[in-house]
């Protein structure tokens, strides 16, 4: 759920892509990550008229927009837990893979996104999310899907931030809120946290891209002194070779992860219903806060959910045009209810002005 949608400017200069496919690929994938054209349909409260509709598309820093604005859904998506895959194999079979680097974090591996693009009439789909964005070019559809199978320029810049300001994971709950490809959940399994759990609006985001990512980036046990080099690759943190990932079963570290799909106001009933519900010591979440019809059941989370000293890390926009969301809205959401207190870490001017702000307990 509410990946966020919104425009991603340019990154190259902030992150290494090493991809085991082509050249050509490789090339593709840049040019898509720097400049693109997207739309999106919105049913949002914004205090616009019903029915207006508009265009947003985005290329090279120039954006105009489109949407229809409406009602927000009534009903929320039933939230649902995913168990780890029965076979790995098959969602690994076909993978291409990019590595990301920033500064010192460890390497981030995840579905090349144009490749996942392509390939993705090959994909199981119950929701039929996959069909529907292609068909109407659009990479938001409230209600039906809500982004997160795109990387959007907020999360680059959470993951800056931590890296800049050495943030350590180790023995750490976490959730990744609005996970999409789950780069910030992944950051916390590899330093260490001790419990991980992946939410998204969309179960086709979870099964067919969170799920495979994490699989990418798991520790695999191998005693075999015969292996090939290309093998032990695989060895010390690193992933093993395609070949080998797809004789194996799920890694030991799958163990500290859970995976959950949803609408937030059913995604929060469901995690207190157990006993006792977990509580988290860090959330981190990118680009969520872009409908203000959502502002409610994302404070509930975040309120009901958080360790007493916890902290939640959101990064971004100030504003997200034609849909009403952004930072100062947000920031005076948290200040009616009085619970949380917001503070502003991190300003970025480059292109659409950007932020990376936490969230605490009011202390009495």
Same mark, same amino acid.
């Given at each position: 759920?509410?990946?966020?949608?919104?425009?991603?400017?340019?990154?190259?200069?902030?992150?290494?892509?090493?991809?085991?496919?082509?050249?050509?690929?490789?090339?593709?994938?840049?040019?898509?990550?720097?400049?693109?054209?997207?739309?999106?349909?919105?049913?949002?409260?914004?205090?616009?008229?019903?029915?207006?509709?508009?265009?947003?598309?985005?290329?090279?820093?120039?954006?105009?927009?489109?949407?229809?604005?409406?009602?927000?859904?009534?009903?929320?998506?039933? =939230?649902?837990?995913? /168990? #780890?895959? +029965?076979?790995?194999?098959?969602?690994?079979?076909?993978? *291409?893979? %990019?590595? @990301?680097?920033?500064?010192?974090?460890?390497?981030?591996?995840?579905?090349?996104?144009?490749?996942?693009?392509?390939?993705?009439?090959?994909?199981?789909?119950?929701?039929?999310?996959?069909?529907?964005?292609?068909?109407?070019?659009?990479?938001?559809?409230?209600?039906?899907?809500?982004?997160?199978?795109?990387?959007?320029?907020?999360?680059?810049?959470?993951?800056?931030?931590?890296?800049?300001?050495?943030?350590?994971?180790?023995?750490?709950?976490?959730?990744?809120?609005?996970?999409?490809?789950?780069?910030?959940?992944?950051? =916390?399994?590899?330093? /260490? #946290?001790? +419990?991980?759990?992946?939410?998204?609006?969309?179960?086709? *985001?979870? %099964?067919? @891209?969170?799920?495979?990512?994490?699989?990418?980036?798991?520790?695999?046990?191998?005693?075999?002194?015969?292996?090939?080099?290309?093998?032990?690759?695989?060895?010390?943190?690193?992933?093993?070779?395609?070949?080998?990932?797809?004789?194996?079963?799920?890694?030991?570290?799958?163990?500290?992860?859970?995976?959950?799909?949803?609408?937030?106001?059913?995604?929060?009933?469901?995690?207190?219903?157990?006993?006792?519900?977990?509580?988290?010591?860090?959330?981190?979440?990118?680009?969520?806060?872009?409908?203000?019809?959502?502002?409610? =059941?994302?404070?509930?989370?975040?309120?009901?959910?958080?360790?007493?000293?916890?902290?939640?890390?959101?990064?971004?926009?100030?504003?997200?045009?034609?849909?009403?969301?952004?930072?100062?809205?947000?920031?005076?959401?948290?200040?009616?209810?009085?619970?949380?207190?917001?503070?502003?870490?991190?300003?970025?001017?480059?292109?659409?002005?950007?932020?990376?702000?936490?969230?605490?307990?009011?202390?009495?």
């Amino acid at each position: 759920m509410n990946s966020a949608a919104k425009c991603s400017g340019k990154r190259s200069s902030l992150f290494l892509v090493n991809s085991v496919s082509t050249r050509a690929s490789i090339s593709v994938t840049l040019l898509n990550l720097m400049a693109f054209s997207f739309n999106f349909t919105i049913q949002a409260e914004t205090g616009e008229l019903p029915g207006e509709e508009q265009t947003f598309e985005k290329e090279n820093g120039h954006s105009t927009r489109t949407e229809e604005h409406g009602s927000a859904p009534k009903q929320p998506k039933e =939230a649902k837990e995913h /168990g #780890a895959p +029965r076979d790995p194999a098959a969602l690994l079979a076909n993978a *291409v893979p %990019e590595t @990301l680097s920033i500064g010192a974090l460890p390497p981030l591996r995840h579905l090349n996104e144009f490749v996942f693009e392509q390939t993705a009439p090959e994909r199981e789909d119950d929701e039929a999310i996959l069909s529907q964005t292609i068909g109407q070019h659009s990479d938001l559809i409230s209600g039906v899907y809500e982004g997160g199978l795109k990387v959007w320029e907020c999360t680059y810049d959470l993951l800056d931030y931590l890296e800049q300001e050495g943030e350590t994971f180790s023995g750490k709950r976490v959730l990744d809120l609005g996970c999409g490809a789950g780069l910030l959940g992944l950051l =916390a399994l590899k330093r /260490g #946290a001790s +419990r991980v759990h992946f939410q998204d609006y969309n179960s086709t *985001v979870i %099964e067919q @891209l969170t799920v495979p990512n994490v699989l990418l980036n798991c520790d695999y046990d191998d005693d075999d002194d015969d292996d090939s080099d290309e093998e032990k690759d695989g060895k010390h943190g690193s992933p093993p070779s395609k070949k080998r990932a797809l004789d194996l079963a799920p890694p030991p570290d799958m163990a500290r992860c859970r995976f959950f799909s949803g609408d937030w106001t059913s995604f929060l009933p469901l995690l207190l219903s157990e006993k006792p519900p977990p509580k988290y010591d860090m959330i981190l979440t990118s680009e969520t806060i872009y409908n203000t019809s959502y502002y409610k =059941a994302l404070h509930d989370v975040f309120e009901q959910l958080l360790a007493n000293n916890g902290v939640v890390y959101l990064s971004t926009k100030s504003h997200y045009f034609g849909v009403g969301g952004g930072l100062h809205l947000f920031e005076t959401f948290v200040v009616q209810r009085n619970v949380l207190e917001v503070k502003r870490l991190k300003d970025i001017e480059t292109g659409l002005q950007r932020h990376v702000v936490s969230l605490r307990f009011k202390k009495s």
